[in-house]
């Protein structure tokens, strides 16, 4: 047909760029659509907005997780990409709808909160038994306020913000991109769309000002904050390199997770490079003396754990 392109005519513009079609012919297909494509032995769908696209897998007829891309996906152009935490709650066994972002816009958008508007009255949220809203940073904050849509729901957030709107934050001084959004629009505001949530756990550092200004904000009977010390804006890399993200997060997401064990399975983090490299960031100029204490306890740790692998 004579309006059809060639492969030549596809190609991009700048060599080491590839086009969609390009990334389909050389890129593996990603486990998820292998898994709803009409050969495809699940059961869900993909819609694509104009800046979202939403992820829908029917697994367990009781259990759904809606997760929230974070600012470092929203670049992400790869055929394989998948939904945050895709292929834990599919490990897991629960329905999933995981919401890809395309722009660093902090979900400020009609479209997708217009979307979600309309699948809480068509009563989706109401077919679970359990409902969990998940996310980090950016992804955090879609967590916590588009929960308000399902009353009830628990939500686990890593490092969110509260909110971008420079009227209620005017200390916030990052997210450039998302500050301009429109912040008049609904779910805008983390500390008022919690309110109805049976359970939301926030992991933040408190070392970590920003972070720590914005959980401040949330408050709540439900609210259960926890405290991820020196991970900086990194908490759930953090629980990962301890081996602790998995269990936290099955906890949480059955509403089971306690402080008191938390804080156990973090005690695990006084091993690690990254926690030493806060403590020195956090308090070498102010306390060097608790510094050089808390480095020579480090190294002891280390060496033990050297010791131990070895036997």
Known sequence: MADELSKDQLKPEHPDRKTG???????????WFVEIYPGGEGT??????????????????????VSFDNIGNANDLSFAREPW????????GWSHMGV?????????????????????????????????????????????????LAPGAVVIAFNPQSTLDERLVPWETRYRFGKVQDWDLPLGDAADCIRTARKV????????????????RLQGANVVPLKT?????????????????KPVMQQAMA??????????MMRA???????????????????????????????????????????
């Open 21 to 31: 079609y390009e990334r389909i012919l050389t890129d593996p297909a990603p486990p």
């Open 229 to 245: 010390w020196f991970s900086n804006h990194f908490a759930a890399p953090m629980l990962r390199k301890i081996d602790a993200l």
């Open 100 to 148: 890809f972002a395309r722009s660093k816009a902090w979900y400020r958008d009609p479209e997708i909160i217009d979307y979600f508007q309309a699948k809480a009255r068509e009563g989706l949220f109401e077919r679970f038994d359990q409902v969990v809203f998940a996310g980090a940073s950016m992804g955090g904050f879609g967590a916590l306020t588009f929960s308000a």
């Open 85 to 92: 935490g895709w292929k834990f709650f599919r490990d897991e």
């Open 269 to 311: 983090r006084r091993r690690l490079p990254i926690y030493m490299r806060g403590i020195e960031a956090v308090g070498e100029d102010r306390h060097p003396k608790l510094v050089g204490a808390a480095r020579q306890r480090f190294r002891a740790l280390r060496r033990q754990a050297v010791a131990g692998g070895a036997s």
């Open 44 to 65: 869900g769908f993909f819609r694509k907005l104009e800046r979202h696209s939403i992820l829908f897998h029917q697994r367990d007829a009781a259990r759904l997780v």
């Open 255 to 264: 509403g089971t997770l306690e402080p008191q064990a938390f804080y156990r």
């Open 201 to 216: 756990y926030v992991f933040y550092d408190p070392f970590f000002e920003p972070d720590r200004r914005h959980v401040h």
